[in-house]
Each structure stands twice: as structure tokens, then as C-alpha cells.
């Protein structure tokens, strides 16, 4: 399946912004089923100064903000071909060592809500059988709901909340799936939804790594493992290092954000 993807953010100010950075992770790679036909991005009021890999292999790049500016738009676009592999993604690969996906970070750390939807889960079964049973768990325990959670928000936070949306999702399943021994990470990106084209947000889900078959994709807000409407775009131990924008401003007290984003099917 072909898709083509338009994603423009936009900050408005209510003053001019004197000096500002920001770390762009927007940008797919070739690999695991995806292949990138073609992919650009736009800055309008700031310059890019760089670009490079991270530890995680993601396209990250750096920014600046035009002093005196009181907008700053962002436009990542491009077509991106996807191959259905019912969520495999595939063998380990990049700069990271597989231990390194069992850390625990201040967004994934495990406590009790954890503990308890661990303790759940049948023992004796494969390890795949355990994680498709955990993202079950997550899904009942998180219900999907926005506005109710922040990007700071933790996993346990929103265990005990009860309520969330695909990062807190993610981050659920993924320190859940590190506490049963097995490394995982999060996953922003691109999800085409079969009923609307204009989206607001971004996705995410969550990979486990088992030993037959590598990294395996699980998109526990839908209940599913990613398919062809997937488009990887970056990877982190948790949200803050698989972001799609983040950065600081001084000067510009208000901020307003605006995101328009469109995944369709090319024909």
C-alpha cells in the first residue's frame, strides 16, 4: 500500500520570540517494510542548522527560530510504500543494545499498576501470547480519552487514572512488557484511518523484541499490531526521545498550537 502524507504544525505567538531551538524527529525511514518513495520538509521562521542520527538511528533535526517572528510552520510531507507484516518488524538493528530497552525512564518506571496487570497474565503461555494479552489488559485499564493526560504524564499516572490516549498506551504496555523481562520501546508516527483523512494528532504505539522474531509491533488503542496503514516515523525508550517536535523559546509569552494532518491511500 502506497500513502501520501501532508503533516503542517503550526506556532502562534502572542509576542515576538526572541531566540528559540527545536529537535524535529518528522522524518520515515527505509526499513522493516516501509520504503520512503519521497519525503521533504518545510520551515517557515527558522532556518534548519543541522541534521543527523540519533542513539535510536531517528532523522533528528536542529532548528532555529527566527529572532522576532511570531509564527513558526512546520511542513513534513511525502509517500511512503508499506508492506503488510502483521506487526513484525523485524531484527534488532541500530546503535542501541537490546539491554538498553529494559531501562526504566521517569515516564515508564513500574509501581503498583503494573505489578497488578503483570500478575494477570498467564504465566505459562508463549511470550507473544503474553504481550497480545497485555495489550489487552492496557485497553481495558486505559480508557481512550483525550485531554485527560499530558506529555509528561507517566505510565502509572495514567494506570491509575484510568484514562489516556495512544502514548499513555504505549508507555502502559511498555513498562509492563519490561517488567516481564522482555525490552520494548515507543513508536511516533503515521496511522491512515479507514474512516476520515484530516487528523489532529500523530500516532503511537509500542514494539516488544522476542527472540524468533525480532521486533513486534502493538498498537494497543485500536487492539491491533500495525499493518500497512503504518508509517514508523521515530523510536525512544518512551515519548520524550521518539518526539515528533520538541524544543524552547524565550520571548512570545501565549503559545498557540496548531496541527493539520493528512494520510491518504495513493491509488
Same mark, same amino acid.
Given at each position: 500500500?502506497?500513502?501520501?502524507?501532508?503533516?503542517?504544525?503550526?506556532? =502562534?505567538?502572542?509576542?515576538?520570540?526572541?531566540?528559540?531551538?527545536?529537535?524535529?524527529? !518528522?522524518?520515515?525511514?527505509?526499513?522493516?517494510?516501509?520504503?520512503? /518513495?519521497? #519525503? &521533504?520538509?518545510? /520551515?517557515? $521562521?527558522?532556518?534548519?542548522e543541522?541534521?543527523? *542520527?540519533?542513539?535510536?538511528?531517528?532523522?533528528?533535526?536542529?532548528?532555529?527560530?527566527?529572532?522576532?517572528?511570531? *509564527?513558526?510552520?512546520? @511542513?513534513?510531507?511525502?509517500?511512503?510504500? /508499506?508492506e503488510? +507484516?502483521?506487526?513484525?518488524?523485524?531484527?534488532?538493528?541500530?546503535?542501541?543494545?537490546? #539491554?538498553?530497552f529494559?531501562?526504566?525512564?521517569?515516564?515508564? +518506571?513500574?509501581?503498583?499498576?503494573?505489578? +497488578? !496487570?503483570?500478575?494477570?497474565?498467564?504465566?505459562?503461555?508463549?511470550?507473544? *501470547?503474553?504481550?497480545?494479552?497485555?495489550?489487552?489488559?492496557?485497553?481495558?485499564?486505559?480508557a481512550y480519552r &483525550?485531554?485527560?493526560?499530558?506529555?509528561s504524564?507517566?505510565?502509572?499516572? %495514567?494506570?491509575?487514572? $484510568?484514562?489516556?490516549?495512544?502514548?499513555?498506551?504505549?508507555? %502502559?504496555? /511498555? @513498562?509492563?512488557?519490561?517488567?516481564?523481562? !522482555?525490552?520494548?520501546?515507543?513508536?511516533? $508516527?503515521?496511522?491512515?484511518?479507514?474512516?476520515?483523512?484530516?487528523?489532529?494528532?500523530?500516532h503511537a #504505539?509500542?514494539?516488544?523484541?522476542?527472540?524468533d522474531?525480532? #521486533?513486534?509491533?502493538?498498537d494497543?488503542s485500536?487492539?491491533?499490531?500495525p499493518?500497512?496503514?503504518?508509517?514508523r516515523? =521515530? &523510536?525512544?525508550?518512551?515519548y =520524550?526521545?521518539?518526539?515528533? @517536535?520538541?524544543?524552547?523559546?524565550?520571548?512570545?509569552? +501565549?503559545?498557540?498550537?496548531? @496541527? =493539520?494532518?493528512?494520510?491518504r491511500?495513493?491509488?
Amino acid at each position: 500500500m502506497r500513502l501520501s502524507i501532508s503533516h503542517r504544525t503550526t506556532y =502562534a505567538y502572542d509576542g515576538p520570540v526572541d531566540f528559540g531551538m527545536q529537535q524535529l524527529r !518528522l522524518t520515515p525511514k527505509s526499513t522493516g517494510g516501509q520504503k520512503v /518513495i519521497g #519525503w &521533504t520538509t518545510r /520551515i517557515g $521562521g527558522g532556518r534548519r542548522e543541522l541534521a543527523f *542520527e540519533d542513539h535510536h538511528a531517528n532523522t533528528v533535526e536542529l532548528v532555529s527560530v527566527e529572532p522576532g517572528v511570531t *509564527e513558526i510552520e512546520i @511542513v513534513s510531507e511525502g509517500e511512503i510504500e /508499506i508492506e503488510d +507484516r502483521a506487526g513484525v518488524h523485524g531484527p534488532h538493528a541500530g546503535y542501541m543494545p537490546l #539491554w538498553l530497552f529494559e531501562r526504566q525512564t521517569p515516564l515508564t +518506571r513500574p509501581g503498583a499498576g503494573c505489578r +497488578r !496487570l503483570v500478575a494477570r497474565i498467564e504465566p505459562r503461555s508463549g511470550p507473544l *501470547e503474553r504481550l497480545h494479552a497485555l495489550s489487552e489488559l492496557v485497553r481495558e485499564t486505559i480508557a481512550y480519552r &483525550t485531554g485527560r493526560s499530558g506529555t509528561s504524564t507517566t505510565a502509572e499516572e %495514567a494506570l491509575a487514572a $484510568g484514562e489516556g490516549v495512544c502514548q499513555d498506551h504505549a508507555h %502502559a504496555f /511498555i @513498562v509492563c512488557a519490561r517488567a516481564m523481562g !522482555l525490552p520494548a520501546r515507543y513508536v511516533s $508516527g503515521y496511522l491512515m484511518m479507514d474512516d476520515q483523512v484530516a487528523q489532529e494528532a500523530t500516532h503511537a #504505539w509500542a514494539e516488544a523484541h522476542l527472540p524468533d522474531l525480532g #521486533w513486534v509491533g502493538f498498537d494497543v488503542s485500536n487492539g491491533i499490531s500495525p499493518d500497512a496503514r503504518y508509517v514508523r516515523v =521515530a &523510536t525512544g525508550l518512551d515519548y =520524550a526521545e521518539a518526539a515528533p @517536535v520538541n524544543g524552547f523559546r524565550t520571548g512570545g509569552a +501565549r503559545e498557540d498550537l496548531r @496541527v =493539520a494532518l493528512d494520510v491518504r491511500q495513493q491509488q
